[in-house]
């Protein structure tokens, strides 16, 4: 299967600059599309990448919804991790949080960054890459990296559930940019912030 870089990284749990080191010291063959975007083969890749996870340390399974609205789809998403943790006989916790994927202040977004940091989690598993967070997620794969822990996306999740969720997170951005130009008063500003409103509002119908 031939992946983008993005795609390739989120599945080994390696950062795009390792995948950029491997090719440059010829340890992979890495095809160009026309336009020259990488394209990576994923067995090629998994060869590279043996287990790192040794017996004594922790899974990790993240699970995240934006709001109280989804709780339902957080339960699935538990059901989904626990289901294959359990499977592959790991010993496991689950670390679930409701909140944006913009905000980096969830409590279960820094308990999992601690852990990660205190090097006892041998893997995170995730059924999507933006239950971790919709932006910014590289520098936590970077992380794990670097700790040796090992991330494991699932790929499961709704189209319904993705579209009502960049719908809020595109709302709460909206807000936060709203609270910043209202201040100046300025009616190029203003005029933004109507603009916005519209979009986000067009998004949630």
Known sequence: MKVGIGQAAAELGVSRDTLRRWEAAGKITVERTPTGHRR???VQ???LVPSRVSSDRITLAYARVSSQNHKKDLNQQISILESFCTTNDWKFEVIQDVG???NYRKSGLRKLIQRICHGDVGRIVLTH?????RFGIELVFSL???FGTEVLILNVTSQA????EIA???MEIVTIFSARLYGSRNEKNLDII????DIAKELES
């Open 129 to 133: 890459r933006d239950r971790l967070l």
């Open 161 to 164: 559930e993705f579209e009502d």
């Open 100 to 102: 944006s994927g913009i």
């Open 144 to 146: 794990c990296e670097h």
């Open 45 to 47: 890749l998994r060869g």
């Open 168 to 170: 809020e997170d595109v």
């Open 194 to 197: 109507r603009k916005l409103k």
């Open 40 to 42: 990576y083969d994923l």
